[in-house]
Each structure stands twice: as C-alpha cells, then as structure tokens.
C-alpha cells in the first residue's frame, strides 16, 4: 500500500477568526474530493507502470478510500512485491500442504516453442510459442491445452531484477497529495469569499 501525508499551514494567510470559519466549513469536503483525485492519479499512474507480460498485475491494483482524510493504492497479488522489489535466487519446491506432489513444467522444443500434441493422433504433433489456457473453460479449442509437461520435484529460480511500480508510485503520491491539497485550500478560500 502506498502512503502519502500532505499539511495546509492557514496561519501564514493572516485570516481572522470569521474568515477562519468560513474556510473550515468548505475545507473537508474539498480535502475528500482532493483524496479522490490524488487516489485516481496514483492508481492510474501505478497501472501505467506495472508490467503488462500477463496484466494480472496491472488488473489487481486499486484504490481504496478509508475515510474523507486517508485512503490507499495497492495490489492483493502475492506476487507483487516481488516484482517491485526483485526476487533473490531461490528455490521453489510443491507445496505439500495443498496436496501437490510435483511442479510441471512445460516441454520446449527447437526453437524455444511448447510442444504441443494431438491427443487423437499423437503423430500429428504442432508447436506454438505460448501456452495461453490452463483449463477448459477459458480454451477456445482444445489444442491449447495439450502440451507436454515435464514433472519435478524442485525448480531452481534464479531471481529477477526489480520492476518498481508501486514504489515509484508512492514517490509521485508524495508530490499529487502535496499539490492536490494546496487546490482544496485554495478553493476553500474562494468559496468562503463568495459566500
């Protein structure tokens, strides 16, 4: 989650006590609707950044609102600090507890392709370079789904570098709430002028 903080100092305005009031009253409804934009922009600017290879990641991040003064933009992947931070080489074995005995792998052929196969006619065999369904119900056919898996008992990953989204994120956070409260205040002060 990302966090940003953003004061409004009055005192400098040189405001009396009855101009003081008449800017506190336009002065939260204006701060929620600066919350609004800055939660927009920062949830926008962080979709733009995430990688899109999948565009799982980009899907899952939202915005949330807590209150008229706090809110936060953030994902729910498990994998996403990973790929804000990198990952160290590490090794990635089943998880027992789930019942899974064994990770598969899928077979490439020449030329870096899965090898996929015809599972009525095994002689029949085709190539493609990516295996896009993992189940029949999002598969347009059939052929999709037969390709060749290697089963192991543990995989070596060997680590990725940082794609930072979130955390550049949360830097142009810092700079929108600044901004974005200093728009609220100001049209506070216009709107307690008028009225």
């Known amino acids: 989650m990302i966090a940003a903080n953003a004061k409004i100092n009055l005192s400098q305005l ?11 009253r336009y002065l939260p409804s204006e701060l929620g609707r600066a919350l609004n934009r800055t939660l927009v922009k920062v949830e926008k600017y962080a ?20 209150s008229a003064a706090s809110g ?20 990635i074995t089943p998880n ?3 019942g899974t005995k064994a990770l598969a792998i899928p077979v490439r052929g020449k030329g870096g392709k899965y ?29 999709h789904l037969a390709v060749e898996f290697n089963f192991v008992g543990r995989v070596h990953h060997p680590g990725t570098k940082g794609q ?14 600044v901004k974005e ?9 216009k709107k307690s002028s008028e009225g």
Request: charged letters at 25%; proline letters at 5%.
């Open 96 to 98: 027992a507890s789930h």
């Open 115 to 143: 090898v996929s196969y015809d599972k009525d006619n095994p002689s029949r065999s085709k190539r493609y370079r990516k295996v896009k369904y993992k189940d029949v119900a999002g598969a347009p056919n059939k052929r």
């Open 181 to 189: 409260a200093n728009k609220a205040a100001d049209i506070a002060l």
């Open 14 to 24: 040189g405001l009396t006590k009855e101009a003081l009031k008449k800017v506190s």
């Open 72 to 91: 936060a933009v953030g994902t729910n992947q498990e994998a996403a600090a990973a790929i804000d931070e990198g990952a160290r080489p590490h090794k």
């Open 47 to 66: 979709k733009v950044k995430a990688p899109h290879k999948t565009g799982q990641t980009a899907a899952q991040i939202a915005s949330v609102k807590y």
């Open 164 to 177: 930072p989204f979130l955390s550049s994120a949360a830097l142009i956070a810092n700079k929108v709430s």
